[in-house]
Nanobody, 121 residues
Framework: QVQLVESGGGSVQEGESLTLSCRISGSPANIFNTMGWYRQAYASRRELIAT???????NYASSVNGRFAISEDRAKKTVDLQLHGLKPEDSGVYYC??????????????WGQGTRVTVTA
């Protein structure tokens, strides 16, 4: 059973930065081909915002493109998301999970608890 543990969230002011981290443990031991970060704002559906393929190709939702950066360390089985220039509309709970290489929602593993980001103006 794969376990996903997200961390790094917090409360920040508009314009500040955070780095989120996702640790993958359990079985299967290898990271899926494409990993992604998802965000769920209050009373909204969970949306895919960033992906990284096994070859390092990254893609972002238009709402975060140019401000967020996804990376992964396959040896450590971690997937990070750097958040820069944060805006109040970036607030929500952030989750990692698998995704499709063509930037579609495809979560194959059980969801972790997520990490909450709150951005105040």
């Amino acid at each position: 059973q794969v376990q996903l543990v997200e961390s790094g969230g917090g409360s920040v002011q508009e314009g500040e930065s955070l780095t989120l981290s996702c640790r993958i443990s359990g079985s299967p031991a290898n990271i899926f081909n494409t990993m992604g970060w998802y965000r769920q704002a209050y009373a909204s559906r969970r949306e895919l915002i960033a992906t990284i393929t096994e070859t390092g190709t990254v893609n972002y939702a238009s709402s975060v493109n140019g401000r967020f950066a996804i990376s992964e360390d396959r040896a450590k089985k971690t997937v990070d998301l750097q958040l820069h220039g944060l805006k109040p509309e970036d607030s929500g709970v952030y989750y990692c999970n698998t995704a499709s290489a063509d930037f579609k929602y495809r979560a194959a593993w059980p969801w972790g608890q997520g990490t909450r980001v709150t951005v105040t103006a």
